[in-house]
């Protein structure tokens, strides 16, 4: 049987027919009142977790708070008590610890006053607040998912739809599985399976980036060339990101897959207990090559498409791909010219990834159909 997905294109007839109606339409559509709203606790103690991601400083391309408001206020009509919530980031920039990441989502304008809801970084303050999970899968046998996420009753996911260096593509499974770690989970994840490869140039821009001062240059037959300390190493990869010559690779040949695979065993364990209380809406608006834990946002890759929600994140994140594959590209993406279609442009713009062996596992361990009936609303 499909499930259901509900679309919003972004085409504006009226003013009533703005983006923060189509939220409301696509809220009422995929039936978050009754996802969230009190029942078996009472109204006092029914939490709903709104997972978002504030957006790495110098980035402009997540999802504005103005939207999730919106969506908050939704929450809140249903009589459930919202608030925000993230973890700590495992490189270290400006969302590494508690205290600096809610300074940035506040500096993003997820303030409460904006959300009208609280902010809560849901690892604590050092990403120390977590617990085990059972899962019994493939990787992991349990994970660790983040306090502030574990303990609230119901959780809306909200993602930004984009690319990613090392996943393919990141939507409401990537959201779940890093977004609902702390940093010991998000090392879980990424593994520690980078080299250097002969594309080197000695450059030294993953030097500078790395947060546990793994890299180092040494000197080489031609000029300089970056070492690695495998025993420092945490498997960040933000080397990946800022490396422009692939002179960072991965060690075993399916290692794309095994971290997709990774990181939807996470995506399995955040959603534990909170079976029948769970609604995913992806905008797919601004759909950069880069995560929003990039300090930058990339031109985009194709037109604004439109916001979707439903019940299922493996359905919707399908039906996201989908729609990215069909969309013109805006420029020339990998050997496909511009305004072209019908492919995996997250592939053809990180050729090693397999971004869409996320839903094809999350399928298979029982999250999810890829098959899906798009319901425009």
């Not at 596992?361 to 999810?368: F, K, L, N, T």
Request: with cysteine; hydrophobic share 35%.
């Amino acid at each position: 049987m499909a499930e259901k997905v509900y679309f919003a294109k972004l085409t504006v007839k009226n003013p009533a027919d703005n983006k923060l109606a189509k939220i409301r339409r696509l809220c009422k559509a995929a039936g978050l009142e009754d996802k969230v709203k009190p029942f078996e606790v009472s109204a006092e103690d029914q939490l709903c977790a709104i997972k978002v991601h504030f957006g790495e400083r110098g980035n402009d391309t997540y999802v504005h708070p103005t939207f999730v408001r919106e969506v908050v206020d939704q929450v809140r009509a249903s009589g459930a008590k919202p608030y925000l919530t993230d973890t700590c980031t495992l490189y270290k920039a400006f969302r590494h610890n508690g205290a600096d990441h809610l300074e940035t989502a506040y500096l993003h304008g997820f303030t409460p006053y904006v959300v009208n809801a609280p902010v809560v970084i849901a690892d604590g303050v050092l990403s120390h607040a977590w617990r085990e999970v059972e899962v019994n899968l493939k990787h992991f046998k349990s994970v660790k998912i983040a306090d502030g996420i574990l303990s609230a009753n119901a959780m809306v996911v909200i993602s930004h739809f984009k690319g990613h260096a090392f996943g393919g593509f990141g939507g409401a499974l990537k959201n779940l599985a890093m977004g609902c770690a702390p940093q010991e989970g998000k090392i879980d994840q990424h593994g520690r399976n980078i080299n250097i490869t002969d594309n080197c140039i000695g450059c030294g821009q993953c030097v500078k980036i790395c947060p546990r001062q793994a890299l180092s240059l040494v000197k080489a037959e031609k000029g300089r060339r970056c070492v690695i300390n495998k025993e420092l190493c945490f498997g960040c990869y933000e080397c990946m990101s800022v490396c422009k010559n692939g002179g960072i690779g991965i060690d075993m040949p399916n290692e794309y897959e095994d971290f997709s695979e990774r990181m939807v065993e996470y995506a399995y364990g955040s959603l534990k207990g909170k079976e029948g209380r769970l609604l995913f809406i992806n905008f797919l608006m601004n759909i950069t090559p880069q995560c929003d834990c990039a300090g930058w946002s990339d031109p985009t890759m194709v037109p604004d498409i439109g916001i979707l929600a439903s019940t299922d994140p493996v359905a919707l994140d399908t039906a996201c791909f989908d729609l990215v594959s069909e969309t013109p590209s805006l420029r020339a993406i990998g050997d496909h010219e511009c305004h072209s279609t019908g492919y995996d442009k997250f592939q053809a713009e990180h050729p090693q990834t397999r971004g869409y062996h996320q839903v094809e596992y999350a399928e298979s361990i029982g999250m999810g159909s890829r098959t899906y009936e798009l319901v425009n609303v």
